[in-house]
């Protein structure tokens, strides 16, 4: 038996910040990144509670790839305030944080139940609307991706005025997120015809908008339409899940501090062709595993369908390859200059065996051997 249900409320497009001025309550407890501190982002939440009167708290010690022990000082301030509604406002990172911020507080005191609303200010993570968390463990360098029900926001307010602020690198990292995210999420071996619909919208958006939004932070509609293509991938992953690339890309991100997009991203043209058995240099065939009519069809809402599958393959692959050199990102990780050589092939062994064991691995369409993970991350460098 399989389901489907969307359990967050979404609120969205103009004046949908409005939202937060009517909620039944006369105090909440905001999680909210440094950034939009000092920025000012956070009067877009403060004022409309304001002007109801509802007094707040703000928890602000969030850094990217959050580690446990901020989720453990926003524990112990969320339960001495005990709101009934918490709102985290920020990237994924403040939106994971404050999902295990409710989740370990109530925990603790099982009558503290807050209602959580996620207001994303990146259009990247949809962590707005999934039951996914991903924390840090420093010490061991590695990523623990958390799934739990509980963890869905109730609701989530997506309002574009909050990404106009996004500099273009952050635009390009976390816009090539969502596109990972809906491409894993359809060819994730627990796809359906839900999640199906909702990663063929988010990428047919990405592909019309992405670029726009990248190119020009002041064009209202294509930041309005790739901040909902997040949630739409959102949407979708909470359904199907993902796949090796997000398990690959989160042992990046836990040893050498690579955004999480910008690591998705870099994978990405790598996975589609380890996935699909097709490479530069295939020849055409008769049968395929099943992910490459998948991969076919985004290839075809992206307008690269080609010839047959080995050339759709490829087409889809250079196009990917041709979004992120267009939005400067690097297509291997040497290019990015952080880590030598070295250090690197010194951890691809650990990240690999932290690959196979990560959570969204499970559900990739081709079951990995510890030897081709291998590969492909000497294949990145
Ligand atoms: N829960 C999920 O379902 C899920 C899915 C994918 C990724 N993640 C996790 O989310 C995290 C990444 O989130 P992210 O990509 O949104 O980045 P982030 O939250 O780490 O933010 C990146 C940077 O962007 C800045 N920023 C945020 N909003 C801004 C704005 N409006 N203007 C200017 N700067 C702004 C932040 O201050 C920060 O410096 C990672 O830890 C990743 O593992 C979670
Ligand atoms: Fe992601």
């Known amino acids: 038996m399989k389901e489907f249900d969307v359990k967050t409320?979404?609120?969205?497009?103009?004046?949908?910040?409005?939202?937060?001025?009517?909620?039944?309550?006369?105090?909440?407890?905001?999680?909210?990144?440094?950034?939009?501190?000092?920025?000012?982002?956070?009067?877009?939440?403060?004022?409309?509670?304001?002007?109801?009167?509802?007094?707040?708290?703000?928890?602000?010690?969030?850094?990217?790839?959050?580690?446990?022990?901020?989720?453990?000082?926003?524990?112990?301030e969320a339960l001495e305030y005990k709101a009934k509604y918490m709102i985290a406002l920020g990237g994924g990172s403040a939106m994971d944080t404050s999902k295990a911020i409710r989740k370990f507080a109530t925990k603790i005191d099982g009558n503290f139940t807050p209602k959580l609303i996620c207001i994303p200010t990146t259009s990247g993570t949809g962590s707005e609307v999934t039951s996914f968390c991903v924390l840090s463990d420093a010490k061991n360098n590695t990523k623990i991706p958390l799934a739990s029900e509980d963890m869905i926001p109730e609701e989530a307010i997506l309002d574009e005025v909050l990404v106009k602020s996004v500099p273009p690198k952050i635009t390009a990292d976390t816009g090539?997120?969502?596109?990972?995210?809906?491409?894993?999420?359809?060819?994730?071996?627990?796809?359906?015809?839900?999640?199906?619909?909702?990663?063929?919208?988010?990428?047919?958006?990405?592909?019309?908008?992405?670029?726009?939004?990248?190119?020009?932070?002041?064009?209202?509609?294509?930041?309005?339409?790739?901040?909902?293509?997040?949630?739409?991938?959102?949407?979708?992953?909470?359904?199907?899940?993902?796949?090796?690339?997000?398990?690959?890309?989160?042992?990046?991100?836990?040893?050498?501090?690579?955004?999480?997009?910008?690591?998705?991203?870099?994978?990405?043209?790598?996975?589609?062709?380890?996935?699909?058995?097709?490479?530069?240099?295939?020849?055409?065939?008769?049968?395929?595993?099943?992910?490459?009519?998948k991969y076919c069809n985004m290839a075809r809402i992206l307008g690269v369908s080609n010839l047959n599958e080995v050339t759709t393959i490829n087409a889809l692959v250079s196009y990917i390859q041709f979004m992120m050199t267009q939005m400067s990102i690097p297509l291997k990780i040497s290019e990015l200059g952080i880590v030598s050589e070295g250090e690197y092939m010194e951890k691809v062994e650990e990240m690999a065996d932290a690959a196979l064991k990560d959570a969204c691995t499970a559900t990739n369409p081709r079951v990995p051997k510890r030897s081709e993970v291998i590969q492909i991350y000497k294949e990145i460098w």
Not at 25 to 37: E, N, R
Not at 179 to 205: C, D, P, R, W
């Open 9 to 76: 409320k979404i609120y969205f497009g103009e004046k949908s910040l409005e939202r937060l001025s009517e909620l039944d309550t006369d105090k909440v407890f905001i999680v909210t990144d440094p950034f939009a501190l000092s920025s000012g982002l956070i009067d877009f939440v403060t004022t409309p509670l304001e002007k109801s009167s509802i007094k707040y708290k703000i928890f602000s010690d969030i850094v990217p790839d959050p580690p446990i022990d901020k989720v453990i000082s926003g524990v112990a």
């Open 176 to 293: 090539m997120d969502v596109m990972t995210h809906a491409i894993e999420a359809y060819v994730s071996i627990n796809n359906n015809e839900f999640s199906g619909a909702l990663a063929e919208k988010a990428v047919e958006i990405c592909g019309q908008f992405l670029l726009r939004s990248y190119s020009d932070s002041n064009d209202a509609h294509a930041r309005r339409k790739v901040h909902i293509a997040s949630c739409l991938a959102g949407l979708a992953f909470n359904s199907a899940s993902l796949g090796l690339n997000h398990g690959m890309a989160h042992q990046l991100g836990a040893q050498f501090h690579i955004a999480h997009g910008r690591a998705n991203a870099i994978l990405l043209p790598h996975i589609i062709k380890y996935n699909s058995e097709i490479s530069t240099f295939s020849k055409s065939r008769e049968v395929y595993p099943s992910c490459v009519r």
